[in-house]
């Protein structure tokens, strides 16, 4: 099956301080997280960014971290994933 993402929901984890969101292998919910570094990943923001600041530069990234994400998923068929800074590069 392929790596689909219909649900645009995301939410903001304090205690992994990543961003979480969901994809779907056929009728297999898959769980993704994008650590909040690789998301202060070519900002400005020198200290750490607000909730609302994470999930918008997750909303900016939002192609490349799916297809990160669909890299990370292939590669090793977890059910929990974790996006790091060089999943992204």
């Not at 790596?3 to 205690?15: E, G, M, Y």
């Not at 919910?29 to 997750?58: D, N, P, W």
């Not at 900016?60 to 292939?74: D, F, N, R, S, W």
């Amino acid at each position: 099956m392929t790596l689909a993402f219909p649900n645009r929901a995301r939410s903001f984890d304090d205690v992994r301080n990543a961003v979480r969101f969901l994809g779907y292998d056929g009728m297999f919910e898959i769980r993704f997280f994008v650590e909040a570094e690789a998301l202060a990943k070519g900002t400005t923001h020198r200290t750490r960014m607000s909730e609302a600041q994470y999930l918008s530069s997750f909303d900016t990234m939002l192609k490349p971290i799916h297809e990160a994400a669909k890299k990370v998923y292939a590669k090793y068929g977890r059910n929990l994933n974790v996006l790091t800074i060089s999943d992204l590069a």
